[in-house]
């Protein structure tokens, strides 16, 4: 039986009356399916679901939160580990069914609807060659990952996803609907580029597009064995790889769900006239077990990775930069997964270098443009009395690297329990002039479920 708190139909028709989407309680068909997210461990009940199809729905759910004293969460694609795009109790403003894009091939540059995935995003541009950084796999929602910053394969040609954030549609806390641009509100867009859902809903986001219609990449994977010699490698190897060359490494399992433990690498090259020759080294390496790495289609490279990490899963992720890639927290790194204990884990260094690291930290609200590694330890399994467990293995890795890791913190792989300090890391420097635009756009911090910062 529902615990939930209701509204009373009489408030509920309030907000129903001229809402163009629907409005769910928990007595709906649909709302059980509506109020899941991603990560399978976020277990919350919102007292009214307002599942929005234009930007005057969500004017009207906003009013009506607020009116009505019901907190808000903003779900985008719901992607998000701490799932702070679903609240208990209080109202949902549920975008999941607002994924429209619309390419201008001309100019250029695509419009999004706030619940787009990367997967809406890739197909649309696609069709005219072009591509702009979006997540690694692409159920990834375009809302949460862009206002987080969004680091993907794209980013040492084009930089983070914000960089090409152009413009957006905005309903702030008031309910009013902003056009967004430089021109427009430059302090205002300048935190929607990586300070997260702070300052209000983005109902679209306008991106500036590249020519990019095939790319050359995939995995190379190595016995575990060879995981010393591998890490070493990769380490070296990406030191002065040009921006067309990204490559992620990392200690992981075989897909096929046996179990096997491999060292891998994933590489990734945007110029198909240089990629045999520059990928030549990493392919040559050592003696892999498996090498899938050919020509594809941008939107095929961005969801070979969609199948490990499905809906559902339950996740519990820890973060950070490092203070580079030393034979110690090499040496650290295989002797924990050697103790992993579920077949979906991973251990995973993310290279920033190129175009995202030639962007002055404060240009942006992402802080982060060191050339480097952001290392990742993204727990998953599917048991639920599996959780204790692999939260303890997460944070007991995450202890055993501490002495390697630089203050930074990537804001979107924050989880629920990473607070305070871990917030102000992902700031950095940029979290005063935060606070200015959240104090003048959302005083009243009713846009609180996020990486919040606090007015
Ligand atoms: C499997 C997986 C892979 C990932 N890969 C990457 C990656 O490659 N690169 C990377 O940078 N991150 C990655 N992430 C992290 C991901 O980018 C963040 O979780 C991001 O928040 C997801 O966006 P979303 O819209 O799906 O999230 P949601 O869960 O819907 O929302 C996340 C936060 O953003 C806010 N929000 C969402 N949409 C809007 C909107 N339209 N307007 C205002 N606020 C909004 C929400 O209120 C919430 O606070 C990954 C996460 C997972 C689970």
Request: net charge negative; proline share 5%.
């Amino acid at each position: 039986m529902s615990t939930t708190p209701a509204v009373d139909a009489a408030t509920l028709q309030t907000l129903a009356n001229g809402f163009a989407g629907r409005v769910l309680q928990s007595s709906d068909h649909d709302y059980e399916g509506a109020r899941r997210v991603h990560n399978g461990l976020i277990d919350r009940r919102p007292a009214v679901i307002a599942e929005c199809v234009e930007s005057a729905d969500v004017a009207a759910a906003v009013r009506f939160a607020t009116a009505n004293g019901l907190e808000i969460a903003v779900r985008g694609g719901g992607h998000n580990v701490a799932g702070r795009s679903v609240c208990e109790g209080g109202l949902m403003i549920d975008l999941s069914q607002m994924r429209e894009v619309a390419i201008d091939a001309e100019a250029g540059t695509a419009s999004a609807q706030g619940g787009a995935l990367w997967s809406d995003v890739n197909t649309a541009a696609g069709r005219h060659g072009l591509a702009v950084t979006g997540g690694l796999i692409s159920t990834t929602g375009v809302g949460g990952y862009t206002l987080g910053g969004g680091l993907g394969w794209l980013m040492s040609t084009q930089g983070l996803s914000c960089d090409n954030l152009i413009g957006a549609q905005l309903v702030t806390a008031a309910g009013e609907v902003l056009d967004v641009t430089d021109e427009t509100h430059p302090d205002l867009m300048w935190a929607l580029r990586g300070g997260g859902g702070n300052f209000g809903v983005a109902t679209v986001l306008r991106y500036r597009l590249r020519h990019q219609p095939m790319v050359v990449g995939g995995l190379i994977a190595h016995p575990i064995d060879a995981a010393r010699d591998l890490l070493r490698f990769y380490r070296d190897a990406v030191d002065s790889c040009p921006d067309e060359l990204s490559a992620f490494a990392g200690l992981v399992h075989a897909p096929d769900g046996s179990g096997m433990k491999l060292a891998a690498m994933l590489v990734f090259h945007t110029d198909l006239d240089r990629a045999d020759a520059e990928l030549a080294p990493f392919l040559e390496f050592g003696s892999p077990v498996v090498t899938q790495v050919q020509p594809m289609p941008y939107p095929v490279m961005n969801s070979l990775l969609d199948e490990g990490y499905p809906k559902g899963a339950l996740n519990y992720w820890l973060s950070s930069f490092t203070t580079g890639m030393s034979d110690a927290l090499i040496d650290t790194v295989i002797q924990r997964f050697e103790t992993v204990p579920s077949p979906m884990s991973a251990i995973l260094f993310e290279h920033f270098h190129g175009q995202v690291t030639r962007i002055d930290p404060t240009a942006t609200a992402v802080p982060h443009r060191s050339k480097g590694w952001n290392l990742l330890l993204p727990s998953e399994w599917m048991d639920p009395a599996d959780t204790v467990n692999n939260i303890a293995w997460t944070k007991e890795t995450y202890a055993a690297v501490s002495e390697h890791l630089a203050p930074g913190r990537w804001l979107n792989y924050l989880g629920d329990d990473q607070e305070g300090e871990a917030i102000r890391a992902a700031y950095g420097p940029n979290y005063e002039r935060l606070l200015a635009v959240k104090r003048q756009y959302d005083p009243g911090n009713v846009f609180h479920l996020n990486h919040n910062i606090v007015p």
